[in-house]
């Protein structure tokens, strides 16, 4: 596996936002970010695991419904009144529950929480953190997104595809519209990554994770921190000229017909 571990302190000063900070992908970039010298605040509504993060960094923690328009905009504000500035905001908390299923078996319910999370969640953080960037002329917006808003899957989840498809759409178009004010906003594109809501996904279901596994041209799933990496270029100055794209970190499945045995 490639190495991952910080070669550079690239966001040193800088102020990061990251939701879902408590675990996975979150807690992976919590500790990337901070290794690179950003300044972390840590949301999560898991206050514990929150902390925790939070402490490792030497950051703050502001427990966060991320569906909640008040609870973001304090999330923001208290990133601001902390360090000063928000120069990046990766907005990235998410759930995949079980009963969000094929579009014949998944209620009406299931679909509402799953957009709210996944989707309205990010609209909001988009919306608190974008006047603070627009004032100093700069900023760096992450999106999570996923591989499924490019490709379709006959195990479907057809909430968490359809809310990773409008993260997608909306962060394009928020990169085009704001380029000019110096911020950038790109959807990560994960594929299937080793985190604890795939593992609890899976225990439920090991022909589904061999099946899906078959089709990942590197065959493995990713580890969190080989997307914390990713995030840390997008925040980067390195990444200066990408903006309002899908940044695909899949291992190639997008790009795979048949993939090797």
């Known amino acids: 596996m490639t190495d991952t571990s910080p070669v550079c302190r690239r966001l040193v000063g800088r102020t990061a936002v990251v939701t879902g900070a408590g675990s996975g992908i979150g807690l992976a970039t919590v500790r990337r970010l901070s290794a690179e010298g950003a300044h972390v605040v840590c ?7 929150g902390k925790a993060a939070a402490e490792e960094a030497a950051g703050i923690f502001v427990r966060t419904d991320v569906t909640d328009a008040e609870q973001v905009e304090a999330l923001f504000k208290a990133a601001f009144d902390t360090y000063g500035s928000v120069d990046i905001a ?3 908390a998410g ?3 079980p009963d969000d299923d094929s579009i014949l078996e998944t209620g009406l319910e299931a679909w509402k929480r799953v957009q709210e999370v996944n989707l309205t969640s990010v609209y909001l953080c988009c919306k608190a953190a974008i ?7 700069k900023g760096s917006i992450i999106n999570t997104a996923s591989f499924v808003a ?4 006959a195990t479907s989840q057809i909430s968490y595809t359809a809310s990773k498809g409008g993260v997608l759409a909306m962060s394009r178009e ?7 004010d110096g911020i950038r906003v790109n959807a ?24 899906r596994l078959i089709h990942i041209p590197v065959g493995r799933f990713a580890e969190p921190t080989e997307i914390a990496a990713a995030v840390a270029f997008l925040a980067s100055d390195d990444s200066s000229f990408v903006n309002a794209t899908d940044f695909l970190v899949d291992g190639g499945i997008a790009g795979a017909y048949v993939t090797p045995v």
């Open 174 to 180: 928020l990169g085009v519209q704001f380029a000019r």
């Open 131 to 137: 006047p603070y960037m627009r004032a100093q002329g």
């Open 90 to 92: 990766f907005n990235n």
């Open 43 to 49: 949301a999560d509504v898991d206050e514990e695991r």
């Open 95 to 97: 759930i995949s529950p």
């Open 150 to 153: 490019r490709m379709g899957a």
């Open 188 to 211: 990560l594109c994960p594929g299937p990554v080793n985190t604890p809501l795939l593992q609890e996904l899976f225990a439920k279901d090991p022909e589904r994770a061999a099946r």
